[in-house]
T-cell receptor
């Protein structure tokens, strides 16, 4: 149980185009999902917290107009990188917390397999 | 503010040797601590977590970690390394005041030599 999927697993796009990444909780409902960005040989940087039915909360320094997050259902959150540029190339990872476990801070986050974005 | 520091960006051990990955935390409240493993081009998998119950926490794949409040540490150990343990390991603390979002350490790459 507790599987999180991401689609696509990798995407290559031209500079200036927009790319949408999906994050799905397959066997549980998630009121909260998190989006991370990871540079090569680096740690995960939290970009935003996505709450079902409400606006995402972005971390300081993350452009909300560039990284659009939508959490329209209890099993799906999407991250859209708008007008992508080469510096947006990275590994994007989402995670989800089981709704039934509540919002307690010690409850596990389940991570997706990541999406490798390359902007040419 | 809460934070974690992982000492050593890269650790190399021989197969069968003890694995010790260090993590120190900073927190003004009792912390919730996690160790995750990441294999190349994959997401993160939880190894174990500390949630203020037993200070010695046993996880998957033979890993365990001990919470030491006096040392503000949560080091990860495994008695005997396997080749399959080669991966990136992240220590993380859950931020009580911000919905439990995870704050990650810098990561430690574990190499296992035959």
């Amino acid at each position: 149980g507790a599987v999180v999927s991401q689609h696509p697993s990798r995407v290559i796009c031209k500079s200036g185009t927009s790319v949408k990444i999906e994050c799905r909780s397959l066997d549980f409902q998630a009121t909260t999902m998190f989006w991370y960005r990871q540079f090569p040989k680096k740690s995960l940087m939290l970009m935003a917290t996505s709450n079902e039915g409400s606006k995402a909360t972005y971390e300081q320094g993350v452009e909300k107009d560039k990284f659009l997050i939508n959490h329209a259902s209890l099993t799906l959150s999407t991250l859209t990188v708008t007008s992508a540029h080469p510096e947006d190339s990275s590994f994007y990872i989402c995670s989800a917390r089981d709704r039934l476990a509540g919002g307690l801070p010690y409850n596990e986050q389940f991570f997706g397999p990541g999406t490798r974005l390359t902007v040419l | 503010a809460q934070s974690v520091t992982q000492l050593g960006s890269h650790v190399s051990v021989s197969e069968g040797a003890l694995v010790l990955l260090r993590c120190n935390y900073s927190s003004s409240v009792p912390p919730y601590l996690f160790w995750y493993v990441q294999y190349p081009n994959q997401g993160l998998q939880l190894l174990l977590k500390y949630t203020s119950a037993a200070t010695l926490v046993k996880g998957i794949n033979g890993f365990e970690a001990e919470f030491k409040k006096s040392e503000t540490s949560f080091h990860l150990t495994k008695p005997s390394a396997h080749m399959s343990d080669a991966a990136e390991y992240f220590c993380a603390v859950s931020d009580h005041n911000q919905g439990g979002k995870l704050i990650f350490g810098q990561g430690t790459e574990l190499s296992v030599k035959p």
